[in-house]
């Protein structure tokens, strides 16, 4: 296939995700091309079609040309903001140019995504041209007087020169079993998940926290797991600061065997799993130093095409740490069903990329499969094919390094509390106080509304969620605001992130704050775990004098890859609407222990919810509540997920031993 070849395919690809994959074998073509092809190019980067327009740009990265690295030069000034960005990541592909140096100084200052892209670039060339960098980066804080942009152009200078502060002794370790390190850098984890709902903390944050313990009980085979998240805890950022979680004192924390939490210091504003790119050189420090401190790490666990991923799989390969990889078509099968339904247009693509990056997290998502030793995939209907399909990896033809995991949960602790709410149980002090607390919400409730049965959604209150497209779908089907009361659990209603305020505010467009309890709309904001289990049991079970039996759980979100919340609500005995594609779809009975349906309708949203109050409260919940429980304790039980990770660690760790091979990210 020669260039012009490969263009056309780009235009005439049946849809975006189509156009990403010939844009990406029009990389391989331009990558091997002689300098004639560096015209069609550049004609092909003023394609109205921003596809076109994108994929052109990288192919003249992929080319590596001086000629190629002058024109992206030239498209930093262009004037549609996402042919600018995309030049900005498409010169690390070429020699140091010295006309972009400056520019691209300027962007660091600014920070952002685009900051990111030219710090990285900036990094890339200094490895063959320290000096060039290094003066221009110099230059750029001499004249810089915002403090703000001064201290990220520090950053940058830091890392250009090694970084500060990262260098940690020969740690000690004991324990003849495996070391398997996790990350999840968006949330602040620690064992109570005291954080849960907050922010990004969300049921990844959850899973990590059961499965790290869960991961110790399989005999010796693992004896230390470390959990790495962000914090941005004052006291962490100051222990960091005063070296008291650094260097030795950091490896002797580290040191025995158990499920180590390392909380690693965050700085800046709070930002989204979509908006925390600028943290790369924080991450990458944070995560290096307790990778360094942590001793033998006989495999890294990632899980999402986010910036800690990023940085953990630089940081293995410069470690020779073999990496594992949840492979998620994250953001693909949004991407893919915002285009089906309409929502997202291919000439829109430029606009919704520079704001969600879609392009760069599918090639880094793709560039860290390549990198892993071994893929992990949720269950799915036709988990191969549909992965093939989003994400363009052929799994079917690798299956000796793909494994089908389902995710976890605690079983028998969720078990106990539901028989606590029931009265089964003398309740525990958690359960007894966290039924206090759901009293107190519902109190805000009209004396005419008090006693309904709840509706719940557990969750981050991100648009992906859906949580202000339930709140719509339930006012504004009166059959469904009569019949029960809708608690949403979760975010941090006093001190919200920019996306958390953006979804409340489109819940208020809903119903205003003053109308919503009134209405039957309570907004509970984030709850421990704990909490929020218990509140589940009340809602199936119901509470003398608080709320009715025969509630229901509602998982509106736009996509769920598996959905921990909903297997806790199935536990619990809750009917369950769900989305009719993803992981779901694999465990509930359509009609039996809940409903699918496609949550990205608000119309088939309320249709499914309804039928799903009409399923609660019919003959035959000893029966659901049982056939519920069964999928998860044969299927989704934390520690049979724990003991197929368990197989999986220890082949690539025993792979590593034998090759110590490592190879690294190129994304």
């Not at 024109?71 to 020699?95: K, M, P």
């Not at 600014?110 to 890339?124: C, D, I, Q, S, V």
């Not at 991961?215 to 962490?236: E, K, Q, Y």
């Not at 666990?301 to 020779?320: N, P, T, W």
Request: one cysteine or more; glycine letters at 10%; hydrophobic letters at 45%.
């Amino acid at each position: 296939m020669d260039v012009r070849a490969a263009l056309t395919d780009v235009r005439s690809s049946a849809t975006i995700l189509d156009g990403m994959r010939a844009g990406e074998r029009l990389e391989d073509v331009a990558r091997s091309a002689g300098p004639e092809v560096v015209d069609h190019l550049v004609v092909a980067t003023t394609d109205p079609d921003p596809i076109t327009a994108i994929a052109a740009v990288h192919a003249l990265g992929a080319h590596g040309s001086a000629t190629a690295g002058a024109h992206l030069v030239s498209l930093l000034g262009d004037e549609r903001a996402h042919v600018a960005e995309h030049a900005i990541d498409a010169l690390s592909g070429v020699v140091a140019q010295a006309a972009a140096l400056e520019r691209l100084v300027r962007h660091c200052a600014e920070g952002g995504f685009p900051g990111m892209l030219a710090a990285r670039t900036l990094e890339r060339w200094a490895a063959a041209s320290p000096d060039a960098v290094e003066h221009a980066v110099t230059v750029g804080l001499a004249s810089q007087g915002d403090p703000a942009a001064r201290a990220r152009l520090v950053e940058v200078a830091d890392d250009l020169r090694g970084g500060v502060g990262e260098a940690t002794p020969p740690p000690t370790r004991g324990g003849p079993g495996l070391t398997v390190a996790q990350l999840y850098l968006h949330g602040d984890l620690d064992g109570s998940l005291r954080h849960s709902g907050q922010g990004e903390t969300g049921g990844v944050a959850t899973l990590l926290v059961h499965l790290g313990d869960a991961l110790l009980h399989h005999g010796a085979r693992v004896d230390r797991v470390i959990t790495i998240s962000g914090s941005r805890d004052a006291a962490v950022a100051d222990a960091w600061g005063a070296g008291a979680t650094t260097g030795r004192a950091l490896s002797q924390s580290l040191a025995g065997s158990g499920h180590h939490y390392a909380r690693i210091p965050l700085t800046g504003p709070a930002a989204s799993v979509s908006t925390a790119w600028p943290l790369r050189i924080q991450a990458r420090r944070g995560i290096r130093a307790v990778l360094r401190a942590a001793g033998r790490v006989d495999v890294i666990h990632l899980r999402m095409a986010d910036v800690g991923s990023l940085v953990a799989a630089e940081v293995a390969a410069d470690m020779g740490i073999p990496v594992v990889l949840t492979l998620a078509p994250d953001p693909q099968a949004l991407l893919a069903a915002r285009e089906a339904d309409g929502s997202l247009i291919r000439g829109d693509f430029g606009d919704a990329d520079r704001v969600e990056h879609l392009w760069f997290r599918d090639r880094l998502l793709r560039a860290l499969a390549d990198q892993a030793e071994h893929l992990v995939l949720f269950p799915r209907p036709d988990v191969e094919r549909s992965i093939e399909r989003l994400v363009g990896i052929d799994v079917a033809a690798q299956r000796q390094r793909v494994s089908v995991v389902g995710e976890g949960i605690d079983l028998a602790a969720l078990e106990r509390v539901a028989r606590e709410v029931s009265g089964d149980a003398p309740r525990s002090p958690d359960t007894a106080s966290a039924l206090e607390e759901l009293t107190a919400v519902l109190d805000q409730l009209p004396p005419h509304r008090r006693g309904l049965p709840l509706a719940v959604s557990v969750g981050r209150l991100s648009p992906v969620k859906g949580m202000a497209t339930l709140a719509s779908a339930w006012l504004t089907e009166p059959s469904l605001r009569e019949r029960c009361n809708l608690v949403i659990v979760g975010g941090d209603l006093d001190d919200p992130t920019p996306e958390e305020a953006g979804e409340i505010a489109r819940i208020r467009q809903v119903v205003p704050t003053d109308d919503a309890a009134g209405e039957g709309l309570l907004l509970a904001g984030h709850r421990p775990n704990a909490t929020t289990t218990a509140w589940l049991a009340a809602a199936h079970r119901g509470v003398a004098g608080v709320c009715a039996p025969d509630g229901v759980y509602v998982c509106a979100s736009l996509k769920e890859e598996f959905g921990i919340a909903i297997l806790e609500a199935m536990t619990m005995g809750l009917v369950v609407v769900a989305p009719n594609s993803g992981g779901p779809a694999t465990y509930i009975e359509d009609g039996v222990t809940g409903v699918l349906t496609d949550t990205t309708d608000p119309r088939r949203l309320a249709d499914a919810f309804g039928r799903a109050l009409e399923l609660a409260s019919s003959p035959g919940e000893a029966l659901r509540t049982r056939r519920s429980r069964a999928v998860v304790r044969e299927r989704f039980g934390i520690d049979t997920m724990a003991s197929s990770l368990v197989e999986v660690y220890a082949a690539v760790a025993a792979r590593q031993a034998a090759t110590s091979l490592p190879r690294a990210i190129t994304s």
